[in-house]
């Protein structure tokens, strides 16, 4: 079957076009093809897929084979393969995922393909319940958090998928060692992602990240929607402005507004091959 190994700004995975047909055990066939030793190797795999809501259908499985509700820099790359294929139009699509259904702009190059892609992630859910954690109230705002031993403070949002963000250098870090200790603390039921954050300035964010099911990452579109949210929140960057994260792989710009908060960044194809599943 043919694959598109594509990425958003370092955060690689291996892409299928599901669009006439059905990969059967695509958890498995994530786990497998993600090896970046003995396989084609990626932070996981996602398919585009037919939708009868929207243009079409995103379906995310991390490297450890577990299924994600939403993968920011993913979409940007399903509108970008879903536009290049033929299967939308114009400079706009809508992508269903299990966080909701997602509205993409497009920035096409010279020829025609998108290059960048701005969409709009939804609103950002604070209610500590809600990540899901065990925290109450309507927000977790800078709250203590213990984690192997250490006070942290942290800062929840959920942006489809949960994430924990705290405002620490991230230079230096043992990501390795802490990264886990975050993702299966009991206080996430269904486990988190961790942001660890600089404010370098004003409206200017430096991050690493830590993805459930797939450890540390080049980048997290998600994550630095979270991250800019959690900016806001503790007064560190201004809402209705455009924040920069800096991820490893790259940049990102978010805006968190009274009703949504917008992505925007590349979307990019690497290669394309063929693989025997």
Same mark, same amino acid.
């Given at each position: 079957m043919k694959f598109y190994k594509m990425h958003g700004i370092g955060n690689d995975y291996?892409?299928?076009d599901c669009m006439n047909g059905e990969i059967k055990d695509p958890e498995k066939l994530a786990v497998r093809l993600s090896d970046r030793h003995f396989s084609i190797g990626g932070d996981g795999v *996602?398919?585009?897929c037919p939708s009868k809501v929207a243009d079409c259908r995103m379906r995310m499985f991390n490297a450890d084979g577990s299924e994600g509700k939403m993968c920011g820099n993913g979409i940007r790359c399903v509108g970008k393969l879903a536009h290049d294929l033929g299967y939308v139009k114009g400079e706009k699509c809508t992508i269903e995922t299990l966080s909701g259904i997602k509205t993409l702009e497009f920035t096409l190059d010279g020829k025609g393909k998108v290059a960048f892609a701005k969409v709009d992630m939804g609103a950002a859910i604070l209610r500590g319940e809600d990540i899901p954690s065990t925290f109450k109230g309507e927000k977790a705002v800078d709250e203590p958090l213990t =984690? @192997?031993?250490r006070l942290w403070r942290v800062t929840l949002v959920s942006m489809g998928n949960p994430h924990c963000v705290v405002f620490e250098d991230p230079d230096g870090l043992d990501? &390795? !060692? *802490?990264?886990?200790?975050? +993702?299966?603390?009991? !206080?996430?039921? +269904?486990? *988190?992602?961790?942001? /660890?954050?600089?404010v370098e300035k004003r409206n200017v964010l430096k991050m690493r990240v830590w993805e459930r099911g797939s450890g540390e990452t080049f980048a997290c579109g998600t994550g630095a929607c979270a991250a800019a949210v959690a900016s806001v929140l503790n007064g560190y960057c201004d809402k209705d402005k455009p924040i920069? =994260?800096?991820l490893l792989g790259g940049e990102l710009e978010i805006t968190y507004t009274d009703k949504t908060v917008y992505m925007y960044g590349p979307a990019t194809l &690497? /290669?394309?091959? @063929? =693989?025997e599943i």
């Open positions: 291996i892409y299928f *996602i398919l585009l =984690v @192997d031993g990501l &390795a !060692s *802490i990264g886990p200790s975050f +993702e299966y603390s009991p !206080s996430f039921p +269904e486990r *988190i992602n961790t942001e /660890f954050v600089k920069t =994260v800096k &690497a /290669f394309t091959g @063929d =693989v």
